[in-house]
């Protein structure tokens, strides 16, 4: 089994969406662009993965959305040492369709109160659905290591939930933790990386805003 030596999470520049929740109301969730904002940070992030990856290949997986694609787009990899797939399953949470802005700030409120995991938006996903169809991607990627030939590197173009997520899943951390932890900002990375004991470590932790209250003997 050829295991990468390092599978970086990357989340997607700023959008239209991160400086004004309106323009939900007027543009479907997958379509909204990158600002000029986070033309830059994509644009700062590829400078740094190209000194992380040098010469050696990369395998990468892209939300299927506009901004996400944005975002792969500027980081200016080097095509010849890049095998590219979108991958439907790391698209962002699931909202609803047209937002109604005061409606979902509502839910929002709501979702803070009841626990980011288990509240599920109404026509939209709780985060433990996007947990579900993280893991059925993982276990598709954990299958492709099966091939020897398979790059050193994986890079995953996605949102900042989906990333927190995947790093639960596959570090088998518990809901209290996951509740405990934030996004990262737009255009940062986190990356596990395969140590000597053969086990995959985060090189850097989420910022925590709260401590976790686990409710039994797994926290």
Known sequence: MARPRRIVLLRHGESEGNVDDSVYERVPDHA??????????????GERLRATF????????????????????LLDLDPSRTRVREEPR???QDWGNWQDREDVRKQMAY?????????RFAQGESGADVYDRVDAFLESLWRSFEDP?????????THGLTMRLFCMRWLHWNVAEFESLSNPGNGEMRSL???????YHLDRPFERWCTPKPYGHTG
């Open 32 to 45: 909204l662009r990158l600002t000029e904002t986070g033309r830059r940070q994509a644009e700062e992030a």
């Open 54 to 73: 040098g010469e050696e290949r990369v395998s990468i997986y892209v939300s299927p959305y506009r901004r996400t694609h944005q975002t792969l787009k």
């Open 90 to 92: 790391l698209r962002e």
């Open 111 to 119: 979702r803070d109160a009841y626990g980011h995991f288990f509240y």
């Open 149 to 157: 030939a398979h790059p050193p590197n994986v890079l995953l173009v």
């Open 193 to 199: 990386l395969l140590g000597s004991d053969g086990r």
